[in-house]
């Protein structure tokens, strides 16, 4: 592909979004005055009363994304990718914010911190979790520590489940069939089906609400073949189910609870361009927990409890590997109200981890692999009548293998009275340590693993002029990472370690929105990321690889929405991916992929009014071959059909 037809196509969209509008529900209206968010402070807080600019995907957002994942939808959010996304449904996804890792990107269900204790990240994976359970999902980038605890180091995806209907019962349903098929071996025969339902209501003081869905997979290897072979296509299935209740026991108490199952079933090859006839991975994951709300004159009081139970088995190599683990967590916060413009956010947290793993050649005993942490924090949040808007607060984590760590942020922002214009500023610092695999694995685990320490500084702005219809925001971030872990493997001997690199590494860019309102019907939205990653040798073993592969530095998204009338909804996506780097094998080789460029299309009409409605999807339309990972297959232009039925 001409790099630079592309570079010059991707200014166009930049430019062409100048000239169009974007609708009032779509993905990047984040500017609305009364738009509420949450993410910044743990309690609802008026868009423009927040320092962060913060991507908020609403229900309405998703409902004109039928057909897609969530790692779809978010891979165009500007300033996260997410590799693995355009593979095949089992690959395994990389979140990278700003550069960031796995490990430095917390994913919060509910609020709730999620994560794998057995994986060697702790991170959790979002393959797991079925779109249709999802009401909203809200993007947060920076440090996000101090409210949010380790992990949180380059931002947080917190996802939002659905809410029970205002009536006594209420359901939907839905199907979809698609097909699964790369850009050079077509076959679009349908591959890929997903089906489910739920049911919820309101029965004065009680509601509830159930799900349950389905989805299997197959037509795609997950590792590349060489031009002359043909690899077996890999599946994939997945099955959850979710029961949420709650309870008004009063007009100031609300009590509720969950209790969910989700099964993941996936064949996998083994590595790049290496097939694997018997290779499979099984992932069972429980999940319950409690959620308490307590309303008084001056604030409110939130208890959370959740546990997790994750089992896996992996058989790869002629052998099955088999992990549990356990993540219990409890939040115990309060908001103060000193006045309308003035409150003041408490909180302690208690988080415990165990793993365990059994192999033929060894295995981690959970009782030796464990932590637990006990975090007090604190955070103020003051909004004045004059403009001036402060979030700041500290965290004091408390480690059971190392000690005390105190984190913070500091976020000013200024909306001018005179101008329609918000200028904002943040810094944060963050904490990782190591996960119980990197520490205790019998092949490559490292007990002197020290902690990671990260830093993030940002500063920006949000402008709306031309009565609000042309708004712009963009921010500048320089994040810093020391003592970051990182993986070595000897190709000579074979032995294996987890290390922490040399020195510092750090990440810089800039994320900015274009938005224009032109009309209720019409709407275009486009973004540009720029990431930097420090380009520097992981160790003085492999003096050629770098650090943070996969990322790359220029990234464009844009969405068009077109409402054609009320019934019927017709959406265009573009999305650019600059030159990265990846590898391939032990001592990595490393490799420049080349830049590539999509364009997806979906189209909803509503057959009954507020009953059914039916959609249909292209994705990679112009059936565009490209590398996302080394030695690992991707998707060419793929076609998907369903209906949702409201009952």
Known sequence: MNNKIVRISALCVLVTSCAFAQQKDSIASRNELDEVVISDSKFALAKEKSGKVITKITAEDLKKKS?????????????????????????????????????????????????DASGINMDYD????????????????????????????????????KKTANKAVAGTAYMSMGTQTTADKTNYLPQDYNQGFAVNGRLKKFDYYASLNSTETTGISEAVAPQSSVFEADRFSRVNSLVQLGYKVNDKLKVRGFVSFDRLNSDFDSGASADNLENYGLTNQYRAGVNSNYTYNQ????????GSLIEKDYFNYGSLTKYKARNTNVDVYNRYNFSTK?????????????????????GISNAVAKMNTVDPYVNVV????????????????????????????????????????????SYSTAYIAPSLYQLYDVYSGNLALKAEKNSTIESGFEIKVLKNKLNINAVAFYREEDTAIEYFSN??????????ALGKYNAKGVETTIIYTLSDKLSVNANY?????EEKAVNNTFPDAKANLYNPKHKVNANVDYQINKRAYLGINYQYLDKRDGFMGYPP???????????????????????????????????????????YSTRGRNFKLGLNINL
């Open 529 to 533: 990321t720029f990431t930097q990653v």
């Open 491 to 500: 190709p000579v001997t074979y032995e294996s370690s987890y290390f922490n």
């Open 67 to 115: 057909g897609q994942n969530i790692a779809t939808i978010l891979s165009t959010v500007v300033g996260l990718e997410i590799n693995g996304n355009q593979g095949s449904a089992g690959k395994n996804l990389g979140y990278y914010i700003r550069g960031g890792r796995n490990r430095q990107t917390l994913i919060m269900i509910n609020g709730i911190p999620m994560s």
């Open 382 to 425: 003051y909004n004045s009548d004059f403009g001036l808007n402060v979030n700041a607060g500290t965290r004091l984590n408390i480690h059971s293998n190392y000690g005390n760590h105190l984190v913070y942020n500091v976020n000013p922002s200024y909306s001018f009275q005179e101008l329609p214009l918000k200028l904002l500023a």
């Open 342 to 362: 003035l409150f003041l956010v408490t909180g302690g947290q208690f988080q415990f981890y165990d793993a365990n793993s059994e192999s033929l050649y060894g």
């Open 299 to 306: 604030g409110e009081l939130v208890v959370e409890a959740s």
């Open 126 to 161: 979002l393959r797991l979790i079925p779109v249709e359970q999802v009401e909203s999902i809200e993007v947060m980038k920076g440090a996000a520590s101090t409210l949010y605890g380790s992990g949180a180091a380059a931002g947080i995806i917190n996802i939002t489940l």
């Open 589 to 631: 080789v490393v490799s420049s992929l080349d830049s590539y460029q999509l364009v997806n299309a979906t189209a909803k009409y509503e057959l009954i009014k507020n009953r059914l409605n039916v959609f249909a999807l292209v994705s990679n339309i112009f059936n565009e071959e490209f590398v996302e990972s080394v030695g």
